[in-house]
T-cell receptor, first 110, second 114 residues
């Protein structure tokens, strides 16, 4: 059974700081890994999708890496802004299922 | 350009009542999923479908039923609502489970059982 863990559960940083969110998974036989953002009380917005054959993906200030052999992914956010405050969810696709971590709640203080 | 549409957005049910949460996607995706998200938690898979006429249980299927008569629709049925089913429900779809396809989520249905 695939299990996904995200560390830390919560993070508070001052505006402008670079930060890293961590995701680990137990079964390395994954098809891809997807990072989502969830604003409070809202649905999920896809940020980045990394295929199992890739090592990283970039979109603007976001960079996600994938190391299948160690079962880890990181989401790097550069020059954080108050608008980045949200919960960030990591999810892995293995078999026909998408398994989620419990998320990291990020607060960026002005 | 609707994507995944869920209705209703909010609902309050009394214990023992039943209801159907609707989910429709217009992207011709084969795979559809129902998740629930409890406060401060990640998403747990309830049921999923890999195509019309095919459904399977996820991690937390008890108390729910689904059907998939068309590619577009994947309704979730609660037969006897219980307070433990108070949650936010998300429907999602994907063309395929493997690369390079990702998942698209609906905006959620917030259900309270009292």
């Amino acid at each position: 059974k695939q299990e996904v863990t995200q560390i830390p559960a919560a993070l508070s940083v001052p505006e402008g700081e670079n930060l890293v969110l961590n995701c680990s998974f137990t079964d390395s036989a994954i098809y891809n890994l997807q990072w989502f953002r969830q604003d409070h009380g809202k649905g999920l917005t896809s940020l980045l999708l990394i295929q199992s054959s890739q090592r990283e993906q970039t979109s603007g200030r976001l960079n996600a890496s994938l190391d299948k052999s160690s079962g880890r992914s990181t989401l790097y956010i550069a020059a954080s802004q108050p608008g980045d405050s949200a919960t960030y969810l990591c999810a892995v696709v293995s078999g026909s299922r998408l398994t989620f971590g419990e998320g990291t709640q990020l607060t960026v203080n002005p | 350009n609707a994507g995944v549409t869920q209705t209703p957005k909010f609902r309050i049910l009394k214990i023992g009542q039943s209801m159907t949460l609707q989910c429709t996607q217009d992207m011709n995706h084969n795979y559809m999923y129902w998740y629930r998200q409890d406060p401060g938690m990640g998403l747990k898979l309830i049921y999923y479908s890999v195509g019309a006429g095919i459904t399977d249980k996820g991690e937390v299927p008890n108390g729910y039923n689904v059907s998939r008569s068309t590619t577009e629709d994947f309704p979730l049925r609660l037969e006897l609502a219980a307070p433990s089913q108070t949650s936010v429900y998300f429907c999602a779809s994907s063309y395929l489970a493997g690369p390079p396809y990702g998942y698209t989520f609906g905006s959620g249905t917030r259900l309270t059982v009292v």
